[in-house]
């Protein structure tokens, strides 16, 4: 049979026309493989850490406390020689092995230090030597990071910092060949095609290098086509890099676990994640665990299937025995060693979501995004721990009660928590919802929901700057009242206890909350001009110039009602709020300082008058109920709020370190006997009494004077005034006239005796 004619030049031609397509595909991944390859670029989220625990003498903070966030940042009990990392302790010290760490402003090395408690406190700090240390600075505990898109996350370590042990248990179980081969290994290829005939799938006889090509460059799919392209981009690898520099990012790229939403890829973070140590200080056993989770991470998982992975590991550590590269001894020792894993709870991309979520978005103002999710910046925040954990603790205990006796209805009630420092603005703890691990929506940050009573401070501060109308005791009318505004219906506020009280000093209508009172108050004041000292206290909200806006007909998220009462609980200063601290690049390198920024928005006497009626409230007023939880001396100043209908439950307090914020309420928004006093206090009560809060004592301004007042008749009085009250006044504003109770003063020489004023003198101040 005779061939066609042109067959030879034909075959030549798609011979040619293949070896031409063959390079092109080759010369395609030559040029993908060194353009991603080099540097080994890996996308490094942006990790982000708590503030760094600050132990010193007087630090009110308990030792079990200390010990809790050592654990969380996985630390072991128990003294471990030659690392860090671990902690012991009695009953009255605590000795820790503090690991190196690089701060913003500089490394940290390893060092031990021992911290001594007395009660509730910190009583002194020492090193190893026992020589007293002014302060002893603990790593800040990791709580998330910005990710990039499959949530990756890795720590990069060299292979000079991967003991040996774990190289060789590798290379022994995964590629006996590895620095003798060129990237395939043809007995491996052999066994690959023989499962293939098997209808086994493409399984098997991948070195190392293809490993890494398939991990670092496709997809996981199993075809023909990928396992080419897999043997060809190892062969280029082979050709470009030193073996040492494939099995490095080998060991930075391999998938080692899951942890909840988060992918724990290389050793370095897998031995931080599993057991609580950097890659330096792993055991051949540790070590040997590792390896044996290559072939399946979820499979070998030792938190779910530890005695799969306790077999497995022995496996490990058997061949890398047989293959020489330990002896007997060393056998038997791993062999009998336990599994060793941290006992920590699993933090995904975040134990705390709705925090992260407000750092991210004050991150997004000077970084870009992809720079956040692929550049390794190191973000220091103000998150406190402690703080967080009671703010947690006390939301889900509340909610879950509240939930179980249907005191407000059906299951389903959700809440949202803001805690500040009252100095600095710092947000120490933030919550989202009752399911504080949940990342969905962030109603702290983005609930928009009617203030109720909240308002009310801000409209009594401005009567309060103006002394030479309005003190503490001043009378205002909480008698019925109407507002008629042109175009709209008529506005007739009720109280809560839908009775009308007359005559009443304004400590007493902010005490207990009287709505009448209180809309008389701001409209003889002023509707733009109240609302225009909102504004001054931080809330950057365009709110709507209606009388019913007074009351609280203004939505607001928790977070900006934090902002409002931090400038009151500074003393008048407005400082933004913020959660970072620094920003760093992964080496250490500042980059961006969040300075703590302070304007001056109100003076000094109104807002200390404004305090020591808050003070009220809490003494006396909606929110006495809290003695429940904190004692008087503590002095709290709070406002109690709850919105038209009984939908929403506010509280918002200060104490003399913190501010705190709580809202709950129904995500539909229903009716649903909703108070601040019975719903959100009972939650900032249970928070705060875990944190131990310094009393609040205020410093009294210059322009302040301390006036005794009998309660009855708001006149002077003296100490024979039986219930008589000690209160502040701006100079000058305080009552002339004395109370029937306290004896008139003598008259010195040449001093004109003033005659006594009326109710309305002492009102218009006149």
Not at 182 to 188: N, P, Q, T
Not at 245 to 268: C, K, S
Not at 471 to 491: E, H, N, Q
Request: aromatic letters at 8%; one cysteine or more; a neutral charge.
């Amino acid at each position: 049979m005779s061939l066609p004619p042109n067959f030879w030049r034909y075959l030549r031609f798609a011979f040619l026309t293949l070896a031409l397509l063959v390079a092109g595909f080759t010369l395609y991944l030559d040029f993908r493989v060194r353009g991603e390859f080099e540097g080994r670029r890996f996308a490094l989220p942006a990790r982000i850490y708590a503030r760094p625990l600050e132990l010193h003498a007087g630090l009110r903070i308990a030792q079990i406390d200390v010990a809790r966030e050592l654990q969380e940042a996985g630390y072991r009990e128990g003294a471990r020689e030659g690392e860090s990392g671990w902690f012991m302790r009695d009953d009255t010290w605590l000795e820790i092995a503090v690991r190196p760490f690089v701060f913003w402003d500089g490394p940290q090395g390893p060092k031990r230090v021992r911290v001594a408690f007395d009660g509730g406190a910190v009583k002194a700090v020492q090193d190893a030597e026992g020589r007293d240390l002014p302060l002893a600075r603990l790593e800040p505990l990791p709580i998330g990071g910005i990710y990039p898109a499959n949530n990756q996350d890795r720590v990069l370590v060299r292979l000079a910092e991967v003991p040996k042990p774990l190289v060789e248990a590798l290379i022994a179980n995964e590629d006996r060949s590895f620095y003798s081969h060129h990237g395939f290994d043809l007995r491996g290829i052999a066994r690959a095609v023989v499962n293939l005939f098997r209808r086994s799938g493409l399984q098997g006889g991948s070195t190392l290098t293809q490993q890494l090509a398939k991990n670092f460059f496709l997809s996981p799919e199993r075809t023909l086509q990928r396992k080419v392209t897999e043997l060809l981009m190892a062969v280029l690898l082979e050709i470009h890099y030193e073996k040492d520099e494939i099995l490095e990012t080998y060991l930075n790229e391999i998938y080692l676990g899951q942890d909840r939403d988060r992918a724990i890829h290389g050793v370095g973070l897998a031995s931080l994640y599993y057991f609580g140590k950097t890659v330096d200080h792993l055991t051949f056993a540790e070590s040997a665990l590792l390896v044996g989770m290559v072939k399946g991470p979820a499979v070998y998982d030792p938190y779910r299937h530890p005695e799969r992975a306790l077999e497995r590991r022995n496996v490990v550590l058997r061949e890398t025995k047989d293959r020489g590269y330990a002896t007997m001894e060393q056998y038997a020792a791993a062999r009998e060693a336990g599994l060793g894993v941290n006992q920590k709870a699993s933090m995904g991309t975040s134990p705390h979501p709705a925090f992260l979520e407000l750092v991210h978005r004050q991150l997004r103002r000077d970084y870009d995004e992809t720079d956040l999710r692929a550049e390794g910046l190191r973000v220091f925040t103000t998150l406190d721990p402690r703080v967080q954990g009671a703010a947690e603790r006390a939301l889900e205990r509340r909610i879950a009660q509240f939930d179980k006796e249907k005191r407000f209805g059906e299951p389903g009630l959700e809440g949202a928590v803001v805690i500040t420092d009252t100095q600095t603005g710092e947000v120490q703890a933030l919550i989202g919802g009752r399911d504080v691990r949940y990342r969905g929506f962030n109603r702290a940050l983005d609930a928009a929901r009617p203030v109720g009573s909240l308002l009310k401070p801000a409209i009594y501060l401005t009567a309060l700057a103006e002394p030479a109308r309005y003190t503490l005791v001043t009378s205002i009318d909480d008698g019925p009242f109407v507002w008629k505004s042109r175009g709209a219906p008529d506005w007739e506020p009720t109280n809560y206890d839908k009775t009308f009280h007359g005559m009443v000093p304004l400590r007493t209508a902010l005490a207990l909350s009287y709505n009448a009172a209180t809309a008389r108050l701001g409209t003889d004041l002023g509707v733009e001009k109240v609302l225009a000292n909102v504004k001054r206290l931080g809330i950057e909200r365009e709110l709507k110039p209606y009388a019913s806006t007074l009351l609280g007909a203004a939505e607001m998220s928790p977070l900006e009602i934090a902002q409002m009462y931090q400038t009151i609980a500074s003393g008048g200063f407005r400082t933004p709020l913020r959660a970072i601290r620094e920003v760093t690049t992964q080496d250490g390198r500042p980059l961006k300082r969040y300075p703590l920024a302070v304007e001056q928005a109100f003076p000094p006497e109104p807002t200390y008058l404004i305090t020591s009626a808050m003070q009220g409230v809490v003494r006396e007023g909606t929110a006495r109920s809290l003695a429940n939880w904190l004692p008087p001396e503590t002095a709290v100043a709070g406002k109690t709020g709850t919105t038209d209908e009984q939908r929403d439950a506010w509280f918002a307090g200060f104490t003399g370190d913190r501010l705190g914020i709580v809202w709950i309420g129904y995500d539909d928004n229903r009716a649903a006997r909703l108070s601040g006093a019975a719903a959100a206090l009972p939650v900032w009560g249970e928070m705060m009494a875990a944190l131990k809060p310094e009393p609040l004592a205020l410093p009294k301004p210059d322009g302040i004077e301390s006036v005794l007042i009998d309660p009855g008749s708001g006149l002077r009085a003296d100490a024979g005034c039986a219930g008589a009250l000690e209160l502040p006044f701006a100079l000058g504003s305080a009552p002339v006239e004395r109370a029937p109770c306290a004896p008139a003063p003598s008259v010195a020489a040449g001093e004109v005796k003033q005659p006594a004023k009326s109710w309305l003198q002492r009102l218009f101040g006149k």
